[in-house]
């Protein structure tokens, strides 16, 4: 198959652990080199925030990477973006009448929006992945989300115009169901992991106390990380790596750093609590093999990749019973889920599993297990391909005038 991949702030050649760089842009790259892999020919469309790089690059992985000209050529937020998507879809809409691939596949609501304004004359399928809804962020995030006030009405409709949704959880297949689009056109096509990276052999980094306990993501605070720290409180003996956000040395500068720093000290453990910054593909296996156990405690997680890579390194998760984690992590099989926001919760959870060493590695096996039986990139992309198909041949002409309103 011939297929187009828009991915309008999340390019697949970012580095990760940024503030608007994490699960997205790992799994378009991940999914388009699985693809190519398969035989199929992928191209990425993304927007140039950088005035150096090359309209079009190829990526080691095969797949080619667009940039495409919408805005200014510079970093913006990914909430500032809405207003250059109509110059997105022109150039798409250019791209695709001049080359028409089978598919186009969108990543987050704004390329969403795009690609049927630009597919709609063009007869082409549409297979749209949210990767976050906009009603989930305002439920937790309430006056501080800076999503623009369109976004649910345009999740909405784009979930109208689209010939497929790919949903990454079950859970998420529920937020849409209540936002009223029908059951029929969804399927579940789950985040993988790379397993010849994350793995149980291979190096450990260093720790220090008795018990580690590892955190990973971008330093935003629905993350959780103050919950952790909170809990480390109550676990003596233990030190808490928080690994993402800027790069080391950057920290200084960066307000959510500064923040949960400030917490470790109020709470007297900012001695067990340790900040590396961003940390590169190649070195995150050993951070995570470290780990007794590795806590993704955010307050809402749509999919939550860091879990699955902790778990094909044979390592525990304590998780928030929230989003996809409530998909991947297997309560009492492959770790503890816990209520999100509970700090005295989390560290009982904890507290159990660091004294249970016959637990802990349990966990670790069941979780290894799990992750190289259902999350593989190659099982992914095939599930990602018979959503394609089914695409193909769904009638996409019934479309055209719901595209024609999210237009308007
Ligand atoms: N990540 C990384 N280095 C960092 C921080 C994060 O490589 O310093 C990776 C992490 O290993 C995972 C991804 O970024 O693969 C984050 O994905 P997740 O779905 O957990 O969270 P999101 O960022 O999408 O909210």
Same mark, same amino acid.
């Given at each position: ?8 702030? @999340?390019?697949p050649?970012a ?5 608007? =760089?994490?699960?997205q842009n790992l799994h378009?790259a ?5 693809l190519?892999r ?6 990425v469309?993304?927007?140039r925030?950088?005035?150096d790089?090359p *309209?079009e690059?190829?990526a %080691?992985?095969?797949?080619? +990477?667009v940039? +495409?000209?919408?805005? %200014?050529?510079?970093m913006l937020?990914?909430d500032?973006l809405? /207003? ?9 809409h250019?791209r695709? #009448?001049a080359?028409r691939?089978d598919?186009?596949? =969108? ?15 063009l007869?082409?399928p ?6 976050a809804?906009?009603v989930?962020k305002?439920?937790y995030?309430?006056?501080?989300d800076?999503? /623009?006030p ?10 109208r115009s689209v ?6 959880c079950? *859970?998420?297949v529920?937020?849409?169901a209540?936002?009223?689009? %029908?059951?029929t056109r ?6 993988? &992991?790379?397993l010849?990276r994350?793995?149980?052999?291979g190096?450990? #980094? ?5 018990h ?7 330093l935003?605070p ?5 919950t952790?720290?909170e809990?480390?409180?109550l676990l ?8 993402g956000? %800027?790069?080391q040395g950057?920290?200084?500068?960066d ?7 400030g917490?470790?000290e ?5 001695d067990? &609590?340790?900040?590396?910054g961003q940390?590169s593909?190649e070195?995150?296996p050993?951070?995570?093999?470290? @780990?007794d156990a590795?806590?993704?405690?955010p ?5 939550g ?10 390592? /525990?998760?304590?998780a928030?019973?929230v989003?996809?984690?409530t998909d ?9 889920l816990v209520?999100p926001?509970?700090?005295?919760e989390?560290?009982?959870a904890l ?5 249970d060493? =016959?637990?802990?590695d349990?966990?670790g096996?069941a979780?290894?297990d799990?992750?190289r ?5 190659d099982?992914?992309a095939?599930d990602?391909?018979?959503?394609y ?6 009638? +996409?002409?019934?479309g055209?005038?719901?595209v024609g309103?999210? =237009?308007?």
């Amino acid at each position: 198959m011939r297929i187009s991949m828009v991915s309008e702030h @999340a390019s697949p050649l970012a580095a990760l652990g940024g503030v608007d =760089a994490g699960g997205q842009n790992l799994h378009v790259a991940e999914l388009s080199a699985a693809l190519v892999r398969q035989g199929h020919e992928v191209t990425v469309f993304t927007r140039r925030d950088d005035p150096d790089t090359p *309209d079009e690059v190829r990526a %080691p992985a095969g797949y080619r +990477v667009v940039h +495409v000209p919408a805005g %200014p050529p510079r970093m913006l937020p990914k909430d500032e973006l809405l /207003p250059h998507m109509g110059e997105f879809a022109r150039f798409l809409h250019a791209r695709w #009448a001049a080359d028409r691939p089978d598919i186009a596949h =969108a990543h987050f609501w704004m390329s969403g929006l795009a690609t049927v304004l630009a597919a709609r004359d063009l007869d082409l399928p549409v297979v749209q992945t949210f990767h976050a809804l906009g009603v989930v962020k305002r439920r937790y995030q309430g006056s501080k989300d800076t999503s /623009p006030p369109e976004r649910m009405r345009l999740e909405r409709l784009i979930g109208r115009s689209v010939t497929r949704i790919a949903a990454t959880c079950s *859970d998420e297949v529920f937020e849409l169901a209540r936002m009223g689009l %029908p059951r029929t056109r969804m399927s579940v096509v789950p985040c993988g &992991v790379d397993l010849e990276r994350f793995r149980p052999d291979g190096p450990r #980094a260093p720790k220090y106390e008795r018990h580690r306990l590892v955190t990973v993501g971008r330093l935003v605070p629905r993350k959780g990380f103050d919950t952790v720290i909170e809990a480390l409180r109550l676990l003596p003996e233990t030190e808490l790596v928080i690994a993402g956000g %800027p790069e080391q040395g950057r920290l200084d500068a960066d307000p959510e750093a500064q923040r949960l720093l400030g917490i470790a000290e109020r709470l007297g453990v900012r001695d067990r &609590v340790h900040m590396p910054g961003q940390i590169s593909r190649e070195d995150m296996p050993a951070l995570l093999r470290s @780990a007794d156990a590795v806590v993704c405690a955010p307050w809402y997680e749509p999919f939550g990749i860091v879990p699955l890579e902790a778990m094909a390194c044979g390592v /525990p998760v304590v998780a928030s019973a929230v989003g996809g984690l409530t998909d991947t992590v297997v309560d009492g099989v492959t770790g503890t889920l816990v209520p999100p926001r509970k700090p005295d919760e989390l560290a009982t959870a904890l507290r159990r599993l660091l004294t249970d060493r =016959a637990v802990r590695d349990a966990y670790g096996i069941a979780g290894c297990d799990r992750a190289r039986s259902r999350y593989s990139w190659d099982r992914i992309a095939a599930d990602t391909l018979r959503v394609y198909d089914r695409a193909v041949h769904t009638e +996409v002409g019934a479309g055209a005038t719901r595209v024609g309103r999210v =237009a308007r």
